[in-house]
């Protein structure tokens, strides 16, 4: 087994299809072919069941993909460290967000200022929430992500930064029976078109728990990611729906604001969190990253993290004034 070959399982896994993994790793697809084949050997089990139409991870290779993962997130974070002794900060730094513009919390702010401060750091972005991003993050595919959630609904092994709360709110049609309401309660909504958040999200987690607190059940007939798209399609009477009060202020116009009503649980709330792995990733730019978010964005608080570099200087803007 080498490096090469743990890049190639990782890749098959992720894209379930050997002809694209073979595109992103570069690679020809019969010379993957074998390269599998030739693992498998070495292994001594079947790593991947495929056929003419279909890819498919089998338990040995679930297993041989997790392990994969963390070998390799370790040479990257060694090379990282090595490279950031005599020199700034380098490396790559994955980071997911439930969404960019989420509530008061500056994400855009604060990615502008670590790149400026750290320009040598690779960051990429993933549109990760919930469960996937809890996944993302044990897995090493993910250092960082900002998230929708409760503490108590992650597993353990995940450190939580609570950023801020918003209260949950229903959003109905201008020509609804129930604008200007107020307040209602959840069982109000049991019999209307529900439109509702994709599963495995941080905002679906929050409405079936407010749900199942009010021991209601609803009509889901439509699931999207957007909680402004649920909004906009609420407002014009395609149905209902429950998301997080900005997004509701963000679409809804002033003049319509009767159109937004409280919940009567005091329960139903949506937190924003910064989270990562416990402990925390290892790799300076991780580390610098995480030092800056601590401090820059809102919550209780920054926990010393050992070893983090320190915040580098951002580069001064030429005698020209291009930046």
Known sequence: MDL???????AIADELNFTRAAARCRIGQSGLSHQITQLEREVGALLFERTSRSVRVTQAGQVYVACARRVLKAVQEMH???SSLDGPVRGRLR???VTLTAGNIDQLGLLREFQEAYPAVEVTLFDSDGVRATSQLLTGELEVAVVAVHEHQLPPGIAYHLLSVVPLVAVVGRRHRLRGAGVIGLAELADERFLECVPDTGLRAQVDAAFDRARARRRGVCALRSAGDLVSLAFEDIGVTVVPRPAADAI????????VLRLDDPQALQPLALVHRDPAPASPAAQAFLRLALTRLPGPGAPELPGAPEL????????SGER
């Open 4 to 10: 090469r070959q743990m890049e190639y399982a990782v």
């Open 80 to 82: 990282a460290e090595i």
């Open 95 to 97: 980071i997911g967000s």
């Open 252 to 259: 809804v116009p002033a003049d319509h604001a009767d159109c």
């Open 312 to 319: 580098e200087a951002a580069p001064a803007p030429t005698g």
